[in-house]
């Protein structure tokens, strides 16, 4: 979107288009721009909108744009492809890591080594490789094996499980604001199992 509207063009560039996202904040930053989305999935995970395309008519034939992340999984444009979809592909941004901590900023493996992290919060598999890059995989395995850890789905999980990381809080529907109500709940639940004891 800034893009297009930095250039000579507007949105009427767009076309008439269809318009899918995974998840409803990707359409409330696209309802901002007064586009309304045609389509979004009830599981706001890669896998589910090429599934949502195809119940909703014939996906064959279909031109596609998919813009997505440098390091997102290929799984989306794969299954479009193999239904038939013309896609073209762009990469809208891309995810870089950090090497390691700057001044000033929090010492996170003696907070998590000192217990005082309550929770921590993985909002992507790529957040997951960026923390156990940044510790090493045994010390993030160790640290994370007595501290709460929260994935907004099933995706994040795994790749948390593929470096012996355990999840703990997953909400049902895989958003910042699902994940968010899900660590409330996880703790007010143990606030209640504690005054019961």
Not at 33 to 47: M, N, Q, S, Y
Not at 67 to 92: C, M, N, S
Not at 100 to 124: A, H, K, Q, W
């Amino acid at each position: 979107m800034d893009r297009l509207l930095k250039s000579a063009r507007d949105l009427r560039a767009r076309g008439g288009g269809k318009l899918c996202t995974i998840g409803p904040s990707t359409a409330d930053h696209l309802a901002r721009h007064g586009l309304k989305v045609d389509l979004i999935p009830h599981e706001f995970r890669a896998e589910t909108p090429a599934r949502a395309l195809s119940d909703s008519g014939k996906v064959a034939g279909l031109k596609i744009f998919l813009p997505h992340a440098d390091i997102g999984r290929e799984v989306l444009a794969d299954d479009l492809r193999k239904k038939g979809a013309d896609v073209t592909e762009a990469i809208a941004y891309r995810t870089v890591s950090t090497e390691g901590e700057r001044e000033g900023e929090p010492d996170i493996y003696r907070m998590l080594l000192e217990r005082r992290i309550d929770v921590v919060t993985f909002t992507s598999a790529s957040a997951v490789r960026s923390f156990v890059k940044l510790l090493g995989a045994e010390p993030a395995a160790d640290l994370l094996g007595k501290t709460v850890v929260a994935s907004i789905g099933p995706v994040t999980a795994e790749a948390a499980a593929q470096y012996n990381v355990t999840t703990t809080i997953m909400p049902s529907q895989f958003t910042i604001p699902a994940l968010v109500d899900a660590i409330v709940e996880y703790y007010a639940t143990l606030a209640r199992q504690e005054v019961q004891s």
